[in-house]
């Protein structure tokens, strides 16, 4: 499995909830709607940052991961003509260009309690 982690900062002319809307009404449907998404993503997981108790908060205004069974599946999307002409262009809508960061990877999962019964995580 190969994920690729987006960490997003919205355009400057935008507030953090604008950003927010922006990225699940609009951009969010644009992405669903080209075939390859349907074809070669397996999952799909955008955070938002919240605030919690001793932790200083995040620079950044969502993490976007997206799961591939491999990298030709990646790159089968994400070099598709409708990923290119329909998708990524609306990026600048509401993203800042120069804050993305990005890391493609693999995972080491050292616990996955997901399907365990609520009661039994700890």
């Given at each position: 499995m190969i994920k690729?982690?987006?960490?997003l900062k919205r355009a400057k002319h935008m507030t953090h909830d604008e950003f927010v809307d922006y990225q699940r009404i609009v951009h969010r449907p644009l992405l669903m709607s080209i075939p390859e998404t349907e074809q070669y993503l397996r999952r799909f997981v955008v955070s938002y940052p919240v605030q919690a108790?001793?932790?200083?908060g995040s620079e950044f205004d969502s993490i976007v991961?997206?799961?591939?069974?491999?990298?030709a599946?990646?790159?089968?999307l994400f070099f598709s003509d409708n990923?290119?002409?329909?998708?990524?262009?609306d990026h600048r809508n509401f993203v800042d260009?120069?804050?993305v960061q990005q890391m493609v990877c693999t995972e080491d999962v050292v616990i996955d309690r997901t399907d365990a019964p609520a009661g039994d995580l700890f």
């Open positions: 690729m982690i987006l960490a108790a001793q932790s200083p991961e997206a799961w591939f069974d491999d990298m599946g990646l790159e089968a990923f290119l002409k329909i998708v990524d262009p260009p120069t804050s």
